[in-house]
């Protein structure tokens, strides 16, 4: 598994280093004045840090990691199309309930059912989740996302 796994890595590197030269010629700006290729500079970026310490660590461990056992059964294929499912139903209902309540629906979705955390937990995520993306997308980057029927 490590020879396949400093493949995947290196693969991933090479993706990265090509997004974000490729992202550079586009123009990345500053975080002030952001250009059009600072969104996929910095996923370029992080993809590459990943891939990084993943491929530092294939030469660090001394033996292959075991792999868990996938289950033969359905439940892969039903969380996959639930998945789907939901991110169909979050782009619809965005408009409509606005992005607060859609988010946080969807998160607690998400985290009831496909991992299937206790609700209090599962709460607890979903409001950090939507307060974190209201934080970053309303506050500090200054985006109008859908208000919905709600006067807030």
């Keep these: ?3 396949s796994d400093r493949f995947s890595a290196l693969f991933f590197l090479a993706l990265a280093i090509f997004i974000c030269q490729q ?4 123009g990345v ?8 290729g600072l969104l996929s500079f910095g996923a370029g970026a992080a993809i590459g840090l990943l891939s990084l310490a993943f491929l530092i660590q294939t030469f ?3 033996k292959a990691i075991a792999r868990p056992v996938q289950d033969k059964g359905t439940g892969g294929k039903v969380k996959t199309i639930s998945i789907c499912i939901s991110l169909f139903i979050f782009t619809i209902a965005v408009n409509w309930l606005g ?3 859609s988010t946080l629906f969807f998160t607690l979705f998400l985290f009831r059912t496909v991992e299937s955390e206790p609700w209090w937990r599962s709460v607890i995520k979903a409001v950090l ?3 974190g993306n209201y934080l970053l997308f ?3 980057l200054g ?3 859908p208000k919905g029927f709600l006067p807030w």
């Design 99 to 101: 992005f607060i309540l």
């Design 29 to 36: 700006g500053t975080l002030r004045r952001p250009g059009p």
């Design 23 to 26: 992202s550079m010629g586009i």
């Design 60 to 62: 660090l461990s001394k």
């Design 1 to 3: 598994m490590l020879r």
């Design 143 to 145: 985006l109008r996302l």
């Design 129 to 131: 989740v939507t307060v």
């Design 138 to 140: 309303v506050v500090w």
